[in-house]
T-cell receptor, first 109, second 113 residues
């Protein structure tokens, strides 16, 4: 079945850029999503990209998609302590979303 | 406010208790989901409902019993749980099941003693 892989942890210093990477296997994916989960809360949609796009920018967030390599990344510019959370990558084809295990981002002041 | 609410937010129960988790979505969506999130398995899909019919059940033990009386409400009935069932239970909804964006509730933190 479809699979989504992410590294589990990332630490960055406040003010630096964070890059969270994700790989997926489903070549029929139409949308790819990034969700953020803060402690004790549910998942919130951060941003998404349609599969025929290479890049999407939304304020401090930049999503890059390499469809050939099935690689998705989320770049957070000027990372703040409030960005500390778990970030989930998810892909969609014709089935319910398939989520990665999440990357825990720790921002060091 | 995501439009998906869950109650209770926290629940502590003994192994012989029977309790229910409730989820309500105010988004007019046709699909609803239960997920289990624990330290061992960050996000496990448990059940999927589309238009009040269960379409997916990922080998969940029978001590978890879902109910979807209408497209806006989803319940998870719990009985004779085990301590390893302690986790955050997340409800989500989406317009359709076919890979559209899911909106999540805040979750119920369940502790089984």
């Amino acid at each position: 079945g479809e699979d989504v892989e992410q590294s589990l942890f990332l630490s960055v210093r406040e003010g630096d850029s964070s890059v969270i990477n994700c790989t997926y296997t489903d070549s029929s994916s139409t949308y790819l999503y990034w969700y953020k989960q803060e402690p004790g809360a549910g998942l919130q949609l951060l941003t998404y990209i349609f599969s025929n796009m290479d890049m999407k920018q939304d304020q401090r967030l930049t999503v890059l998609l390499n469809k050939k390599d099935k690689h998705l990344s989320l770049r957070i510019a000027d990372t703040q302590t409030g960005d500390s959370a778990i970030y989930f990558c998810a892909e969609s084809g014709n089935t319910p979303l398939v989520f990665g295990k999440g990357t825990r981002l720790s921002v060091i002041a | 406010e995501t439009g998906v609410t869950q109650t209770p937010r926290h629940l502590v129960m003994g192994m012989t208790n029977k309790k229910s988790l409730k989820c309500e979505q105010h988004l007019g969506h046709n699909a609803m989901y239960w997920y289990k999130q624990s330290a061992k398995k960050p996000l496990e899909l448990m059940f999927v409902y589309s238009l009040e019919e269960r379409v997916e059940n990922n080998s969940v033990p029978s001590r978890f019993s879902p109910e979807c009386p209408n497209s806006s409400h989803l319940f998870l009935h719990l009985h004779t749980l085990q301590p390893e069932d302690s986790a955050l239970y997340l409800c989500a909804s989406s317009q359709e099941t076919g890979g559209t964006e899911q909106f999540f509730g805040p979750g119920t933190r369940l502790t089984v003693l």
